[in-house]
């Protein structure tokens, strides 16, 4: 690993928690749907609203998602794990407690590995345990008063802790894209960042390289990538600023607020509860036989890592571009498609991370939405690899496509009128006719200026509106000048 | 034929599927004696009309054929079950008026045997109690909290937590009720006022709908004159609940009543020293070894036993069981259903005054109790270490099981106590568990059978602790006892 990159003389330490929200049909501990966007208290059941004599059943679902992300990243799947009660007071806590495991989680250690640039980077898990989610307060819709939706109560959540391994912002979000992919790949998590099924809390501090780790801030609730990197910069600079100012650093739990580009301070460790974890009696030990796991791992898709792999092996494709196309599955899928129809991996390849992404990402697309299919994109590659069109050429052909003007490759090429010069006769003609006008640049080049070459290329491409074989044109032109 | 309140539950479910006598007007006749003894202060909740529905339904299904085993038998439950039909107050002014849109699994399994509801039996304060005194709802004809009284001495307690079931059972207003226990709220009581009490291994009954104390230890059960009705009572309300209730035993329910007369010749009861110290009363004593007597005259073998941490089940019991409550309790916070302080300011304010207004000085002292021993830095010293203690109970049992098939012994150190002698000493009422509290601690079976009368011809009951599921051997062990005896068969005068 290279020295971590410092921060006016400081080491940035960063570590992570996660919440993702498991993509179970039904809540963790009861039967209530767990779907997004319903009317409040629609979804929430007897058991969610903690009415008297309700007890809670485990969704086996949760466990096998739980389980599934253990074995994709290397964990131990605990044999025996234990869930506590979290005891406090809050409204949109309909026991009084939260149903967590504590002492003993479910998925323990394990790692996460991904490019930082050109740089490999591990991360190592601590844990990753199930809990239940709470309800929401709503303060805004009633004068005076709150109001509760226990909606999403008992929505089961994966807490997937990190050690302090993070060096940066970059590494951070390097990370939590990773971890991101990971969940949505294995299909434990839709991913859904704005609507909550994905949040990470960053523990941030700072220190002299060397020295013992310092205080740390917690950052909560980073719902989106940008956030997150702008709220771990500031508070970075923060804490920096405090330091040399000859603060000391209070642990605290912090906000980012996205207007002010700041954090603040929501409460410090004074104020920090006493939650009297004990192991919930209404459930017992959850024991996962070896069986299950088994069971677990024969399920599993073929994991982004080995995807890779395969796509250096198979395809020729560097490793890069093999690490690239599979940051989601739709987007290997894609690649797949588009690399077998056309035979040409490495053209199928760089048209997927250069004009297909630069395009989605202006617009914030996924890839299932792009409205390039890749039968289209896989018979454009073939016009080019066959000499049918320029490769800039194609990227007209793509535009048309993209924008909707057309959506068969050949009668595009037809209408543009962008066929490549195949009659040579023809390209001689242009090719003697640019010979016999530019005598200064043949001389030139038969001086030993390649310069000159190019110049002449040039004009026989210009006079071809395009349309000439830039290969071609080279052949020809050097046979004649030999 | 005797009246209709006389005859026991099986005789009673009997004549109701011979169509002897119709369920309707057998819950007329038992909701008259619930008006006729108000003074006893055993009903929280009747509704004749609810119950008059259940019993014309009853009387429809007998009629139809295919009716359940328990037909138009008339029974009441303790206010910590919930039900869709009467409120569910769990005895406390948290819950006054509470209405649970569904009924607790033992309540529907009943119902589904057929029995007909005649309302909810006081009980202590969520169940937090001996003496039945902490109960803080009016009982019915009540305007304000009363105590049970014990139809055999109307001055003294019935017992408690289930002190209701007990009483109105041994009064006749009721062939039967549920019961919970969760240190010995099933067999104290039912050993107070003479009548038979069971409590299973725990998780053969379904927790769900059981208004939750203690978790670990909360058991429901029968309570009713004989082992028999009992038998038949628990056939009905045992099983598997494992949607609902992740502590439920995976074992199928049982028909109790096949083993009621196996003989005993042979049968090893294991009598721990431990249960007959200084603290037993003469006159429990006396009553308890009359009932051995009985047993080797039956061909029983007495074999003496230790269960050397009888008396740290006390502590023990008392910090597992208040922690346990102070998390149950969180969820009465005034947000979402139950009392809300009429008057506060910010939301700590709420939940302060809705929750010192709400919880009687029992419970309170629970939850702090209870709080405490989970707090951080005492958890390893109190919960961590009672917890430790819990599991070399639960051994000490498997030990004595090597010797012995069933373990018996007195259920309370003394008769039933006067009313309000205990109130104002908590921790004495403590100590009167130490009898009860290990086998609730192992989850181990136990059973009260009536076994004489001790000093002011208060009744005695005789403990049966049997191993993980050996409760048809309970009942047999009872049974047996109760056909060489008729101390379960007495009525207390005057009903």
């Known amino acids: 690993m290279s020295a971590p990159k410092l921060v006016q003389g400081y080491e940035v330490v960063i570590g992570f928690e996660t919440h993702a929200q498991l993509s179970t049909e039904s809540k963790i501990f009861s039967r209530a749907p767990t779907a997004f966007g319903a009317e409040p208290n629609t979804q929430a059941c007897a058991v969610d609203l903690a009415l008297p004599g309700t007890l809670p059943v485990m969704n086996r679902g949760a466990v096998e998602r739980a389980i599934r992300l253990g074995l994709t990243i290397g964990s131990t799947i605990a044999p025996r794990s234990i869930f506590a009660r979290k005891n406090y007071f809050y409204p949109d806590l309909p026991k009084g407690y939260q149903i967590s495991q504590f002492e003993i989680p ?110 740390r801030r917690e950052i909560k609730n980073l719902n989106s990538f940008k956030f997150m990197q702008q709220a771990i910069d500031f508070e970075v600079r923060w804490q920096i600023e405090q330091i040399e100012d000859g603060h000391a650093i209070q642990q605290a739990t912090v906000l980012f607020d996205p207007d002010t580009g700041e954090t603040r301070s929501m409460r410090t460790k004074e104020d920090a509860a006493d939650y009297r974890y004990f192991p919930d009696p209404d459930l017992p030990p959850l024991v996962i036989e070896p069986a299950w796991i088994e069971r677990v791992r024969g399920e ?183 | 034929m005797s009246e209709l309140h006389q005859l026991s539950l099986t005789d009673l479910a009997q004549q109701l599927r011979g169509k002897k006598i119709s369920a309707t007007e057998t819950a007329q006749h038992f909701l008259g004696r619930m008006r006729a003894h108000q003074d006893l202060a055993a009903f929280l909740a009747v509704d004749e009309e609810a119950t008059l529905a259940q019993a014309r339904a009853a009387d429809a299904a007998l009629a139809a054929g295919g009716a359940g085993p328990l037909a138009g038998v008339p029974i009441a439950h303790k206010d910590i079950f919930v039900t869709k039909d009467f409120p569910s107050t769990a005895g406390s002014k948290m819950l006054a008026g509470y209405r649970s849109p569904f009924d607790a699994t033992v309540v529907r399994r009943l119902a589904e045997a057929g029995t007909v509801t005649l309302g909810k039996l ?157 603290g037993l009363a003469d006159d429990v004593r006396t009553a ?90 005492y958890y390893d010293a109190y919960y961590l270490q009672a917890q430790k203690i819990r599991r070399m109970i639960a051994d000490d049992f498997q030990q004595a099981f090597k010797n012995c098939d069933v373990v018996a012994g007195p259920v309370a150190p003394t008769v039933a106590w006067q009313l309000g002698d205990k109130a104002e000493d908590p921790v004495a009422a403590y100590l009167a568990d130490i009898y009860t509290l290990s086998a609730s601690l192992a989850g181990l079976p136990g059973m009260s059978v009536p076994c004489g009368f001790g000093a002011n011809d208060m009744p005695v009951g005789l403990q049966l602790i049997g191993n993980y599921l050996q409760e048809g051997k309970l009942l047999n062990v009872a049974h047996r006892l109760q056909q060489a005896t008729d101390f379960h068969l007495r009525t207390p005068e005057g009903y």
């Open chain 1, 106 to 215: 479910v998925v323990q250690g394990g790692e996460v590995s991904f490019f930082l640039g050109d740089e490999k980077k591990s991360v190592r898990l601590v844990r990753a345990h199930l809990e239940e989610d709470a309800g929401k307060s709503l303060h805004e819709d009633f004068i005076g008063q709150s109001g509760i939706d226990l909606n999403r109560a008992g929505t089961p959540l994966l807490e997937i802790v990190t050690e302090p391994d993070i060096r940066s912002s970059e590494e951070a979000v390097a990370y939590a894209k990773e971890l991101h992919k990971i969940v949505t790949w294995i299909g434990i998590c839709d991913g859904n960042m704005q609507e909550g099924s994905f949040r990470c809390d960053a523990n941030v501090s700072v220190r002299k390289p060397g020295q013992p780790l310092g205080t």
């Open chain 2, 122 to 278: 006081s009980c202590d304060e969520f169940a937090m109690g001996s003496a039945n005194e902490s109960v803080a709802v009016p009982a019915v004809g009540h305007g304000a909290p009363a105590p049970v009284r014990n139809p055999w001495d109307r001055s003294r307690t019935p017992g408690g937590s289930s002190g209701g079931s007990a009483a109105a059972v041994a009064a006749r207003l009721a062939p039967a009720a549920s019961g919970t226990d969760t240190g010995g709220s099933i067999r104290q009581p039912a050993a107070f006022c003479g009548i038979t009490g069971i409590k299973p291994t725990y998780g053969r009954a379904s927790r769900y709908g059981m208004i939750a104390y203690a978790s670990s230890l909360d058991q429901a059960g029968p309570m009713a004159r004989s082992a028999q009705d009992c038998a038949l009572l628990l056939s009905a309300l045992c099983g598997p609940d494992l949607d609902r209730d992740s502590t439920s035993l995976d074992v199928p329910a049982e028909d109790f009543s096949r083993s009621l007369n196996d003989r005993l010749d042979g049968l090893r009861i294991g009598i721990p020293k431990e249960f007959f110290g200084a």
């Open chain 2, 288 to 377: 308890i070894d009359a009932a051995l007597k009985e047993y080797e005259k039956l061909g029983a073998r007495l074999v003496e036993i230790s269960l050397p941490r009888t008396e740290l089940a006390i502590p023990v019991y008392y910090i597992i069981a208040p922690a346990e409550a102070s998390s149950n309790l969180s969820r009465f916070d005034g947000v979402k259903f139950g009392h809300r302080a009429g008057q506060y300011g910010d939301l700590l304010d709420m939940y302060k005054r809705t929750r010192a207004e709400g919880f009687g000085d029992e419970v309170k002292r629970r939850i702090m109790v209870g709080t405490y021993v989970l707090s951080h830095g």
């Open chain 1, 300 to 482: 599993l898709p073929e994991l982004p890592r080995a995807m890779a792999a395969r796509f250096v092996a198979d395809y020729g494709l560097p490793e890069y571009d093999a690490t690239t196309l599979t940051q989601s599955k739709a987007m290997a899928a894609y690649f797949e498609a588009v690399a077998q129809a056309c035979k040409q991996p490495k053209l199928a390849s760089n048209w997927i991370m250069g004009e297909v992404s630069r395009r989605l990402n202006a617009r914030e697309l996924a890839i299932e939405l792009a409205p390039v299919s890749a039968a289209q994109l896989a018979a454009l590659i073939t016009r080019i690899a066959d000499g049918t069109i320029s490769n800039n050429a194609g990227k007209q052909v793509f535009d048309a496509l993209w924008s909707g003007e057309g959506q068969d490759i050949d009668a595009l090429i037809e209408a543009k009128g962008l066929k490549q010069m195949s009659d040579s006769g023809a390209l001689e003609k242009i090719i003697d006719e640019v010979i016999a006008a530019n005598p200064d640049n043949v001389a030139q080049f038969k001086a030993g200026k390649d310069k000159a070459f190019n110049a002449l290329v040039g004009q026989v491409m210009k006079a071809s509106k395009g349309k000439a074989n830039p290969q071609q044109v080279n052949d020809l032109l050097r046979s004649k000048l030999a």
